[in-house]
């Protein structure tokens, strides 16, 4: 059976730092902290813009077998999964010859007795929490549940595998927040300047890269099936 896809909390702060790396602007961190985006503004950027967006393409993913029968649902206990992927018959005990032959020929991957049979498909609805499946035998589901945001505590849960998309996705809206607040700043006593017009491009072609990315990760996973 697959493993648990791993998921890692990462701190605000973390990820924070982070941005004003990549926006270049950690060497002034302590004047940007202090007055023009602290950290209280970017958690807030976090939980309203990146969060929603990441967590529409990303989930924490759990595999999980059961025995289904065509008359009575699966009921998922809580916390129930947001969605269901996809599910995957593992033996065809229960089924008639004839159904196992009209299936057999179809779509998606089947076992028989942990081995590889052939390829087919099988009807299946998942309304939250349960799961209806047009089959009688032992089904592999991979289930998505929801990532955590936890503000009280500072960190947001983030699949190891898209951590650098995430990151991208909050450097990203952090340029372009800055740079349409200003035109060019002085910060404190500092000679450092910032150029806004080219730090508001600069961060929408990151996020239109991290979308694309996001897009591109969750065509991958719908074609492997």
């Given amino acids: 059976m697959p493993n648990i896809a791993q998921v890692e909390r990462v ?3 973390d990820l ?3 941005a ?3 926006t270049g602007q950690y060497l002034a961190q302590e004047e940007i902290a202090q007055r023009e985006f602290p950290l209280s503004k970017f958690i807030e950027l976090v939980k309203y813009q990146v969060y929603p967006l990441y967590s529409k393409y990303v989930y924490r993913t759990e595999y999980k077998n059961f025995y289904v029968v065509y008359n009575s649902p699966v009921v998922f206990s809580e916390p129930a999964p947001e969605i269901v992927c996809r599910v995957v018959p593992v033996s065809v005990y229960g089924l008639y010859i004839g159904e196992f032959m009209n299936f057999r020929f179809l779509s998606h ?3 028989l007795s942990t081995r590889p049979l052939s390829r087919f498909a099988i ?4 309304e939250k929490p349960r799961l209806w499946v047009s089959y009688q035998g ?3 589901v991979k289930c998505g549940y929801k990532l955590i945001l936890n503000e009280s505590e500072g960190w947001v849960e983030v699949e190891n595998s898209t951590r650098d998309v995430f990151q991208d996705l909050c450097s990203a809206y952090v ?3 800055i740079g349409r607040s200003r035109r060019a700043v002085r ?4 000679n450092i300047e910032f150029d806004a017009e080219g730090m508001v491009t600069e961060g929408e072609e990151l996020l239109k890269e991290a979308r694309e990315r996001l897009q591109n990760l969750m065509t991958l996973e719908t074609l492997n099936f």
């Fill in 11 to 13: 701190s605000f702060q």
């Fill in 138 to 140: 032992e089904v592999e």
């Fill in 187 to 190: 910060i404190g006593d500092s």
């Fill in 16 to 18: 924070y730092n982070g």
């Fill in 20 to 22: 004003l790396i990549r």
């Fill in 175 to 177: 340029m372009v927040a």
């Fill in 123 to 126: 009807v299946w609805r998942y």
């Fill in 109 to 111: 991957v089947s076992y």
